[in-house]
Nanobody, 118 residues
Framework: QVQVVESGGGLVQAGGSLRLSCAAS?????MGWFRQAPGKERVFVAM???????NYADSVKGRFTISRDNAKSTVYLQMNSLKPEDTALYYC???????????????WGQGTQVTVSS
């Protein structure tokens, strides 16, 4: 069983930046970030897998960067140029298959809230 813990959320003004962290208790092949805004479904944000490959949702390309520290089993999501529509509960997920489909991940964190004010 792998434990996944997110941190780094908070309140920021539009145009600002935040960095989310996700620590996993064990090594996993793929790790991803998803988000869920109030009243909406959870959606894919970004993912990374072994070798440093990455993939992003169109809505965050050019603004968000996912990176991974394998020695620490930690993934980061650097979020720049934040917009009010980025407000959501951000979840980290880990698993053996890199995918934009959340159901393919095995382990999930509890989420960290990101709120962007206009």
């Amino acid at each position: 069983q792998v434990q996944v813990v997110e941190s780094g959320g908070g309140l920021v003004q539009a145009g600002g930046s935040l960095r989310l962290s996700c620590a996993a208790s064990g090594r996993t092949f793929a790790m991803g970030w998803f988000r869920q805004a109030p009243g909406k479904e959870r959606v894919f944000v970004a993912m990374t897998w072994s070798g440093g490959s990455t993939n992003y949702a169109d809505s965050v390309k050019g603004r968000f960067t996912i990176s991974r520290d394998n020695a620490k089993s930690t993934v980061y999501l650097q979020m720049n140029s934040l917009k009010p529509e980025d407000t959501a509960l951000y979840y980290c997920a880990a698993g053996s298959v890199p995918s934009q489909r959340g159901e393919l991940y095995d382990y999930w964190g509890q989420g960290t809230q990101v709120t962007v004010s206009s």
